[in-house]
């Protein structure tokens, strides 16, 4: 069998292939998986500047398993810096409540709401007797009556704090919140005006068990306006018997019950709890 042979010029090296392609292929892998692992294996193009990956990724605090009671996880910080709120509230001249929020610790940032948990931003909910009512970008929020018509009525309003993630910012498993109670939105001055007078008005206190003053009778005219002030320290119920007038009496609150004497007669006013005699009236 006849062989055959390529001569070789002599001085001109062999061109290599295979081997520089693989050298490139590992450089190219090794460069990738450095970049993942300095960066903790995720983009760098998510982050917003001077933002860490901690940051970035929504890892502030700690998730705990439970939430604020509606459905939104709560997250945990130190007490130590930690988000604060007060909650402050007033009757609107026109319409329903202005709500103020005072912060500490704390940015509204409505820019950036739906991404990530960042220290100390975030947004605030407002709850009505715990129902969701409103969130809130800032400091300041009018509460239109016709709103809190719409959620059922109530007087316990919660202001509660929550970071752009919206979880709760919570310290020691508790939501970062705080409750301040509507008083009755202040009536157009012309129906102010046009309100009666009452033509008689009794003030009574009842503290440890005692009425003050002691009770007595009043003599009131048939088809008078009278006008009670109650004051206990215990919750109770204020009861005008004969006309079937009622009234809660919640502890340490003043309760004002009006209404017409149109009957003629003797009427105890008393409590039902308590079972204290606090006046008698005598229509006549």
Not at 133 to 138: E, I, N, P, S, T
């Amino acid at each position: 069998m006849k062989r055959s042979s390529t001569p070789s010029r002599p001085g001109r090296p062999l061109r290599p292939t295979r081997p520089v392609a693989a050298a490139v292929t590992v450089l190219t892998a090794g460069a990738l998986v450095f970049g993942a692992s300095a960066c903790g294996g995720r983009a760098t193009t998510h982050h917003k500047p001077g933002t860490s990956h901690e940051q970035a990724g929504g890892s502030v605090g700690r998730l705990l398993a439970a939430d604020d009671g509606s459905g939104n996880r709560l997250r945990q910080v130190d007490a130590e810096g930690a988000p604060a709120v007060t909650v402050a509230v007033r009757p609107d001249s026109e319409d329903g409540w202005n709500v103020h929020l005072s912060v500490r610790n704390f940015r509204f940032t409505p820019d950036s709401v739906g991404g990530a948990a960042l220290p100390g931003r975030g947004h605030a909910r407002l709850f009505l007797d715990g129902h969701p009512l409103a969130r809130v970008y800032g400091s300041w929020f009018h509460l239109p009556a016709s709103l809190v018509r719409a959620a059922g009525g109530g007087t316990g309003l919660t202001a509660r704090l929550y970071a752009d993630d919206h979880t709760a910012w919570a310290v020691n498993s508790t939501p970062v919140q705080a409750t301040a109670s509507l008083s009755a939105p202040s009536a157009p001055e012309e129906s102010r005006s046009a309100t009666p007078r009452p033509d008689t008005t009794l003030e009574i206190v009842v503290s440890h068990g005692k009425v003050s003053p002691d009770p007595g009778r009043t003599e009131i005219e048939k088809g008078r306006t009278v006008e009670l002030r109650v004051r206990s320290d215990r919750a109770d119920t204020l009861h005008v018997h004969g006309y079937d007038k009622e009234a809660r009496l919640p502890a340490g609150k003043t309760v004002t019950l009006t209404f017409t004497a149109d009957r003629s007669g003797l009427f105890e006013v008393e409590t039902h709890e308590s079972d204290l005699l606090l006046t008698q009236l005598v229509v006549r």
